[in-house]
């Protein structure tokens, strides 16, 4: 079994390549893999996504006598392990990844059921999405230098791992090797966790007088924005990577605690301590094209509701020869203006507020 996949394989990537569920992630694969001038066959249990896809170009319903070479399962989380399970069953000389967001589970499932194929599985997590769903929302450049965890475990074949790689390599993503447990860890601290806090911030805003309401600006709103997805979908992840996710939580909970006797006794010091550890959270955090942070700043333009005052302003704002390095726009609630947030390096922050200035626009750090 292992010399037939081998002798066609050999790390290079030249399928077929099988995507099972083409929904937003499935789709936008194999929408990649056609792009690249691959065979992609399409298999999903709601048949309007297939021909959904199909009609996008993503490939083509798979036809017996169809031998993969590569199959990708990007099935919602709580059927990851048994899709995977059939799908190696099924295709007895093809490599078998996945694109779900959680691991260890998936892996344990397979090597209780199908312990002589593991070795053909190799899990694979790219870290991309959208708010939106299904295969209309798909793009074939969705994964364009985004990192890929490729999780290799202990008894995945070398050629298989390779084959997941070139797969992330060939959607444009950057593959990241961890192992299955390692990946599930820094996702519950990187995406879980920090999902479900949201959560419950935006819950309190749900119960809030209308008043208080009128005060949001885009502080709670970049603190709560992930709390919009599909309640149901988180609930499954959550699930899948219950051990993980506890142990961060009852980390949070103890420093809650802190935090509530902090602020209740006055203890300034105490507050000042969590504090200052989330300032330098932030700063962890891997700058752009994962290259360490560097030293930023903020200016702030009034820009008015209108139809091409974006592309003026950011028309002024490369005057400057300022680096944009990111931007945020945030509406006033009582005018029809928003404040664009531009984020420059810390030492050119007045560089670009004075050339903006100068042409006209309102502009404060």
Known sequence: MRQAYESRAGGALTGPVEIVGVGLLGTSVALACAAAGLDVLLNDAVASHVRTATGLGAGRRRKPGDAPQLVVVAVPPAHLGEVITQVLAENPDAVVTDVGSVKASPLAYVREHSRDDVRRYVGGHPMAGSERSGPLAATATLFEGRPWAVTPHADADPVATELVAELARLCGAVPLTLSPEDHDQAVARTSHVPHLMAALV????????????????????????VAAGDPGLYGQIVAGNARAVTDLLTELRAQLDEMISAVGNGDAAALDVLLKEGQAGTRAIPGKHGRPQTAQASVYVTVPDEPGNLARLFADAGESGVNIEDVRIDHDPGRPVGVMELIVAADAADRMQAVLESRGWVAHR
Not at 202 to 225: I, N, W
């Open 202 to 225: 935006a819950g309190r805003l749900a119960v809030a007088p209308e008043g208080h309401l009128g005060l949001s600006g885009q502080g709670v709103r970049d603190v709560t924005r």
